[in-house]
């Protein structure tokens, strides 16, 4: 019995000496805080917990998940870095976000060979969302674009235009068939991105090349008049107003519709959701303005920044590239649902497998837009969504120039939109 009990204790002594040593290592390595957005897949605690592993005790990164709106993680970011937070190392970015906080010196420029790993193979387009004046402040971890989606027992080809897209959408209603175009119609950051994808599909942009002025013109009457058209047609669904891109699969789920414009996230939607409706859901090009102009969609994504006041910024950086390399973008699309900013991963057959409209996707991140690239673009966003809202209710010419001056007097205040 007493030989039994100091085995015990001796036992326990080993065991208390080894949680010791094992806290103590991992206390010692330095904790690299990522906030990025709330995932649910896991795809990003296990892309934090492979590079921690991959540093061999140089650093571990801790996965801190931001609010689910996109308004509340960059609120929370703003606050904690004009403090000055040092607790903050790598910074998941909305893409429309760098120019700002580049502006107020709260992210570190990419140089040197970080700047080449992080642009070698990348796609052009969502690099474009992490530079502002011409240097890199981000590195893309992933990215989106909106397809067209429709259902071919009801058309079996589908269209290239949106006005051949309105005109089939009234031919089945005439034929008492569901014919709704799904689109994000609600007044917030989707009814933007739909007006951006229209005017550079329309040959323009919302500012001009040196973000100092609204640009607008012509394209962006054309590309209002279509909003407004599609409002007043019966290819709108009468919830068209508070429409956000859930809202759009929940109904295209639901048969109504025959059209919808969404990301890739409603495709393994509809095969969980209603399996028979999936046997006919097909996916396209997004419908150009101008038959001989390919549209051009709006990306979205997120970039990852180093935070200007990390405390271990080598490692920061080493680490953001990590997260962001081949092996952990291949599992964020696998699981996560999330398109790669990494080119090579379109030919990856694990990647199409699971991505069967990937070529469309890869095409359209080609030719893509991005949204008007100002430290002031909250500003601009609000102009835009709060003056085509509701889309029944535009009226194109003084629309534009409602939003024309709008964001002339956002591009000529001073200090970060709050």
């Known amino acids: 019995m007493v030989r039994r009990t100091r085995a015990l204790v001796a036992l326990t002594l080993l065991a208390s000496t080894l949680a010791a040593c094992g806290g103590e290592e991992e206390t010692s390595r330095p904790a690299l805080n990522w906030y990025n957005f709330p995932d649910d897949s896991g795809a990003l605690q296990q892309a934090a917990d492979r590079c921690s592993r991959a540093s061999d005790g140089r650093y571990r990164i801790i996965y801190h998940k931001l609010p689910r709106a996109a308004d509340g993680q960059r609120q929370q970011m703003v606050r904690r870095l004009a403090a000055e937070d040092d607790s903050l190392d790598i910074l998941g970015l909305d893409v429309t976000w760098a120019a700002e906080f580049a502006e107020a010196r709260w992210i570190r420029e990419w140089t040197g060979g970080n700047k080449r790993r992080a642009t070698d193979g990348t796609l052009r387009v969502p690099l474009q969302t992490a530079t502002w004046k011409g240097r890199l402040y981000a590195v893309p971890y992933n990215t989106n674009t909106q397809l067209l989606w429709y259902r071919k027992d009801l058309v079996p080809t589908p269209p290239k235009t949106w006005s051949e897209m309105i005109g089939m959408s009234r031919a089945l209603a005439r034929q008492g068939k569901p014919h709704y175009v799904e689109i994000q119609g609600a007044q917030y950051e989707g009814l933007t991105v739909w007006f951006n994808t229209l005017v550079n599909s329309a040959g323009g942009s919302i500012l001009d090349p040196g973000a100092t002025e609204p640009s607008l013109g012509p394209p962006a009457v054309r590309a209002a008049s279509i909003m407004r058209d599609l409002a007043r047609s019966p290819a709108a669904d009468p919830s068209l107003p508070n429409q956000f891109e859930d809202q759009n699969r929940l109904a295209m789920e639901s048969g109504v519709a025959a059209f919808e414009l969404n990301y890739p996230f409603v495709y393994p939607s509809m095969k969980a959701n209603n399996p028979k409706l999936f046997e006919d859901f097909r996916w396209a090009p997004y419908p150009r ?125 001073e200090g970060v939109i709050p």
């Open 289 to 413: 303005v101008d038959a001989g102009r390919p549209a051009r969609p709006t990306v979205g994504g997120i970039d990852l920044a180093v935070s200007a006041y990390s405390r271990h910024p080598d490692l920061a950086f080493e680490a953001a590239l990590c997260l962001r390399n081949r092996e952990n973008q291949l599992a964020a699309a696998l699981e996560g649902g999330l398109p790669p900013t990494l080119r090579a991963l379109y030919d990856e057959p694990a990647f199409t497998k699971e991505y069967p409209f990937s070529r469309e996707v890869l095409a359209a991140l080609e030719s893509a837009s991005v949204r008007p690239l100002t430290p002031v673009y909250q500003n601009v966003s609000i102009a835009v969504s709060h003056t085509l809202s509701p889309p029944s209710g535009i009226r194109p010419e003084d629309a534009v120039g409602t939003i024309g001056e709008q964001i002339d007097e956002a591009l000529r205040s």
